[in-house]
């Protein structure tokens, strides 16, 4: 069984700075890419940033320059990097693997996403 624990997340003001955390457990071979999304309440759930196995990031408009996400493929874990957090970046913040190839009970299981259950930022003074 594969899991995503998410950690990181708190209240902090506008300006300021929180380090999210991703960790992937469980018997896997590999993850393709690992990402960040966000859903604040009442809206839908958007892509922050992903980074490939191979290095490749994508980020989206609202964040560049602002946030870096970064990975340990050794210790299949993903991080992000929040710097000048503002009110509207207040969301749950969730953690995706995607193409994830694991042990399962029958075999090898290829290319399967898997979600982390979220840790909460608020961005308010």
């Known amino acids: 069984q594969v899991q995503l624990v998410e950690s990181g997340g708190g209240l902090v003001q506008p300006g300021g700075s929180l380090r999210l955390s991703c960790a992937a457990s469980?018997?896997?071979?590999?993850?393709?890419?690992m990402g960040w999304y966000r859903q604040a309440p009442g809206k839908q759930r958007d892509l922050v940033a992903f980074i490939t196995s191979g290095g490749s990031i994508s980020y989206a408009d609202s964040v560049k320059g602002r946030f870096t996400i970064s990975r340990d493929n050794a210790k299949n874990t993903v991080y992000l990097q929040m710097n000048s957090l503002k009110p509207e970046d207040t969301a749950v913040y969730y953690c995706?693997?995607?193409?994830?190839?694991?042990?399962?009970?029958?075999?090898?299981?290829?290319?399967?996403?898997?979600w982390g259950k979220g840790t909460l930022v608020t961005v308010s003074s």
């Open positions: 469980g018997s896997i071979f590999s993850i393709n890419s």
């Open positions: 995706k693997g995607s193409g994830v190839t694991h042990r399962g009970a029958g075999g090898t299981v290829h290319g399967m996403d898997y």
